[in-house]
């Protein structure tokens, strides 16, 4: 039986985050809490061993990806298209209000990704890691919603927005499927999906 494990880490704060803004595919940069964060997570990350690390190629995690990288001895390996923050049009950029709630269809808004979508993307990309680095321990850095509708798919159970830099464990195995262990550095209870 070949485990792989991901320690699936969302970027840390940007300005938008701070503002509560939908960011999406825009490529807003980490500011000083976000690197703080980053800092942090790899303090968080340092008692384990880890094979290697990817990112999303937006700036945001991808200096996250960096900073972790540096904290713990390694390099990051590549970037990863596919796991680009879902995009969400037009509401890019936009806070909660009258304005983005015009944009507001089933499953998300006007000209953006579907949360179908966005889930099919991320959690194909993740399962392709899997093979790739089937058996090793593997640090992801990518966006919240991506990570919450990509994990929700795999586990089969609807799950909560994503801190921050915290640490999301979680293995993989080709024959039982997803289990997550560690969701915003927290322990849950075993749930597995094939």
Known sequence: MTLTTFALVRH????WNAERRLQG???????????GQARDAADVLSP???????????????????????GLGLTVSRRVPE??????????GMQAGPELEALRIPGGFKGAESEDEAASRGLGALEALAKEFSGQRLLVVTHGT?????LSRAIGETLPSVDNA?????????IDGWQLEYFNG??????TAK
């Open 48 to 70: 384990y061993e880890w094979d290697a690390i990817v990112s999303s190629p937006l700036s945001r995690a991808a200096e996250t990806a960096d900073l972790i990288a540096e």
């Open 186 to 191: 927290e322990p849950v209870m075993a749930a």
């Open 25 to 35: 595919s825009t490529d807003i940069p980490l500011n000083e809490v976000g690197r």
């Open 12 to 15: 840390g704060q940007t300005d």
């Open 166 to 174: 915290a640490l999301n464990l979680a293995h993989h195995h080709a």
């Open 83 to 92: 796991l680009t923050e879902r995009s969400f049009g037009p509401a890019e």
């Open 146 to 150: 991506l990570l919450r509708v990509s």
